[in-house]
Structures are given as C-alpha cells and as structure tokens.
C-alpha cells in the first residue's frame, strides 16, 4: 500500500467514477483501475461495486473511506505546514502567471521587489491559463499574477497593476477586420470559442453570455488552448474577445485585433490564497500596492 494508492481511492469514493477519477488525478483511466484493484488485493476484500453503469462503495470500502479520509486529510496539512515553514526560512517567493498575463507590468513588480528585498529569491512559474488557481490552492506558488476577476471565496484579489482594453481576434478575411471598433451587440451574430476548463468568472468576463440588450451569445468549437482559440479565429470559425496584450503575442498575419469601444477594460493584478498567508505573499503586496 503506498499514498498513490490511497489518493485514488479517496478520489474515487467522491466521484464513483473512473474516468472523472482519471482526470482529477491526471492519470490514465487503466491505471486508476489497477492502482483500485491492487488494493483490493492487498487488503482481501472488494471496496467498488462496478457495473457498467455505475460504481458504487461496498461496506468494507465505506468502513475505510471513514477510517482513511482523517488520516490522510492530516498528512496533507502536515506536509504543507511543512513546506511553508521550510520556505520561511530561505526567503523564496513563488510568482505565477500564464501565457497571456507576462509582459511589462509584471517585470516592474519584480523588479521593484528586488530592490527592496535583494535577500529574496524569485522563482517564475508559467501556471495553466485553463486552470490557473489549482497550483494556489496546491501551495505550489505563493501568488498568480493574472485577470483580477475572480468569484472564488477562497482565494483573494489585488493590488491592481494595470487595466487592460478590449479587442476582437478577427480572420483577416473577415468584414469586421476593416472596421475602426466593434460594439458587444455583434457579438451576438458570430461564434465564440468554448474554453474548457476555464474560471467561470472570467469565462462570462471575457466572453459575456449575453449583449446588454440581453441576446445570447454563443459559444462554440471548443478550445482547451490559447493556440486552438486563435486557429479557429484564423479560419473564420470563430471570432476571439480578448486583450490588447495580444497584439504583443500575436505573430501573425492572418489575424486583426479590432478595438471593442462598449466593453470595460480588464484588471490585472495579484490573486493569492489567504489560507497560504506568509511573510513573502505580504512583502510582494505592500511593493505591488
């Protein structure tokens, strides 16, 4: 028996099922199978129920689940209370940011941060844009600098370091890439990419589910890329709200950034965990502030 074992068959029991086990895990459905059924083995007795539709906890697997979830849940914490005093001592700040949130802004904070605390060691991170919290909430980086639109109760926002305007990722063949802006309301006759996994408050931020005079737009081809958001745009498939940023990252000819002029501009700024509160996140707030 070891903790991968264990993990899997904790994830189980909250999902009954393989493949959402699978994918929390970032494992491979077969090997969530036999990580199960080597425990089973181990221990002598069937803990699931499977059928072909559903996956269900035997008696024995209930009585474990109870016994282990405690245990397991206190080893965590240990482990992260661990790191973190470890880390106090060696002064290490951990930055994220995804591949749409570098760029100028976050090189002046860090370098006024360094100024300041020359002791400090600053380790860059390039976080999932599509998942963007989870290595908050893992204690795998003390904050994430990215869009400061969050609905999370468990995670914090700001200082704010920049507002960014809105454009429009258009094919270059597209009539609306001659036009000086566009207005919210044309969203409503064009495609937008799906973006899966992406925060929900920042999916409606950017892709509004609805014009101000209440039409729907529509979300379309699904993306689970920056990259396959902008091929789809450059074939006409789909048409991309974004930043103006972008026109920094955007090397390439077949695709226009029109000005949107009845969008808000989007924050830029610190979010960070306030369960994982130390000495590093306060430091880098009163430089960002």
């Known amino acids: 028996m070891d903790l991968v074992q264990i993990q899997a068959f904790l994830v ?9 086990t699978a ?5 491979s459905q077969p090997r969530i199978s036999r990580l199960i059924a080597s425990l089973e083995a181990e221990i002598g007795g069937t803990l699931f129920e499977r059928t072909n539709r559903k996956v269900n906890l035997t008696p024995l697997g209930a009585d474990l689940e109870a016994r282990w979830r405690p245990a397991y849940a206190e080893l965590l914490t240990g482990y992260a209370t661990a790191k973190r005093s470890a880390r106090a001592a060696e002064r290490r700040l951990r930055v994220g940011f ?12 860090l370098d006024a941060f360094s100024e300041t605390h020359p002791d400090y ?12 919290f989870a290595p908050l909430r893992n204690d795998e980086v003390d904050v994430v600098f990215i869009w400061a639109v969050v609905d999370d109760d468990d995670l914090a926002v700001g200082p704010i370091l920049e507002q960014q305007d809105r454009v429009l990722a258009v094919a270059r063949a597209d009539p609306l890439a001659r036009a000086e802006s566009v207005s919210i309301e044309q969203l409503a006759e064009r495609s937008l990419p799906s973006i899966a996994p992406f925060p929900k408050a920042m999916l409606d ?12 737009i529509r979300r379309t081809h699904v993306a689970r890329t920056l990259h396959e958001a902008l091929t789809l745009v450059a074939r006409g498939l789909v048409v991309h709200p ?3 940023s972008m026109a920094s990252r955007l090397v390439r000819d077949d695709i226009v950034l029109v000005p949107i002029h009845d969008l808000p501009p989007i924050p830029l700024g610190l979010i960070w965990c306030p369960a994982h509160d130390n000495a590093h996140i306060r430091a880098l707030l009163d430089t960002a502030r």
């Open 121 to 132: 060691v600053i380790t860059l991170v390039e976080v999932s844009i599509m998942d963007p």
């Open 23 to 27: 994918e929390r895990l970032y494992r």
């Open 205 to 216: 931020t950017f892709y509004p589910p609805f014009t101000p005079s209440g039409k729907a």
């Open 242 to 244: 974004t930043v103006t």
């Open 12 to 20: 189980l029991c909250e999902e009954l099922h393989f493949g959402r």
């Open 98 to 109: 995804t591949i749409t949130t570098e760029g100028p802004a976050l090189t002046r904070l």
